[in-house]
C-alpha cells in the first residue's frame, strides 16, 4: 500500500481565495482524521470521519472551514475565504478500527501559505 | 480533561548514547499510548503502538514501555545514531473516543 495521500503537498495562496486539501487514506481503513500543525499549537484534531460520516467537528476552527468524505477512498478540506492565519501544515491520517486497533497512520501533509 | 506532557522538550547527544524520552498523561483511563517520529518538514511516522493490557513494546533499537497507574510511558532508544533525529512525540486517545491528544514533542539530536 503507497500510504496515505495527500495533495497538493504545497499551496501558497491569497487572502481571500478558496483552498481545497485532498486525502486518500490507506484501502480498507474506516477512519479518517485531519490536523492541523502549527509552530504555537502544535498538532490540533480539526475533524474526523468513520465510514465516510462526520464523528466530531469540534475542532474546526470557524464556518469557513468544512470537510467532506463522499466515498472510502477520498477526503477534502476545504477553505473558504482563506486567511493568513490558516497558513500551517494539514496532515490527514487514517486508522483501520477504533479501541485497541486506533493505529493512526499520517500522510506528508500539506503546507499551506495564506499570503 | 486530558493532558499530555513530555520532557524534555530537546535533547542533544553524542552519537551511541542510550536514551529515555518520558511522556505523561493525566487521564490514565486510556486504551493504548501510541509513539510517533515526526523529520523536520515531514509527516508523522508511527513507531509503537502499546496497548493498555501490555507493559512493553519492542521494535528494533526502540522500546516503549506503559504504567498506566502512574500515567507514565517511556521511550527507550538504544545506541542513537544520527539518524534518530528528529521531533518524538507521543499521543493518547481521549476519553474512551478516537481521538487522539499529543503531547508537545522532544526534539532530539545525535551528533556524530
Known amino acids: 500500500d503507497a500510504g496515505v495521500i495527500q495533495s497538493p503537498r504545497h499551496e501558497v495562496t491569497e487572502m481571500g481565495q478558496e483552498v481545497t486539501l485532498r486525502c486518500k487514506p490507506i484501502?480498507?481503513?474506516?477512519?479518517l482524521f485531519w490536523y492541523r500543525q502549527t509552530m504555537m499549537r502544535g498538532l490540533e484534531l480539526l475533524i474526523y470521519?468513520?465510514?465516510?460520516?462526520?464523528?466530531?467537528d469540534s475542532g474546526m476552527p470557524e464556518d469557513r472551514f468544512s470537510a467532506k468524505m463522499p466515498n472510502a477512498s477520498f477526503s477534502t478540506l476545504k477553505i473558504q475565504p482563506s486567511e493568513p492565519r490558516d497558513s500551517a501544515v494539514y496532515f490527514c491520517a487514517s486508522c483501520p478500527g477504533s479501541g485497541s486497533r486506533n493505529e493512526q497512520f499520517f500522510g506528508p501533509g500539506t503546507r499551506l501559505t495564506v499570503l | 480533561k486530558q493532558e499530555v506532557t513530555q520532557i524534555p522538550a530537546a535533547l542533544s547527544v553524542p552519537e551511541g548514547e542510550n536514551l529515555v524520552l518520558n511522556c505523561s498523561f493525566t487521564d490514565s483511563a486510556i486504551y493504548n499510548l501510541q509513539w510517533f517520529r515526526q523529520d523536520p518538514g515531514k509527516g508523522l511516522t508511527s513507531l509503537l503502538l502499546i496497548q493498555s493490557s501490555q507493559r512493553e513494546q519492542t521494535s528494533g533499537r526502540l522500546n516503549a514501555s506503559l504504567d498506566k497507574s502512574s500515567g507514565r510511558s517511556t521511550l527507550y532508544i538504544a545506541a542513537s545514531q544520527p539518524g534518530d533525529s528528529a521531533t518524538y512525540l507521543c499521543?493518547?486517545?481521549?476519553?474512551?473516543?478516537?481521538?487522539?491528544?499529543f503531547g508537545t514533542g522532544t526534539r532530539l539530536q545525535v551528533f556524530p
Open positions: 499521543a493518547v486517545p481521549w476519553a474512551n473516543t478516537d481521538k487522539l491528544i
Open positions: 470521519f468513520n465510514n465516510n460520516v462526520p464523528i466530531d
Open positions: 484501502s480498507g481503513h474506516d477512519y
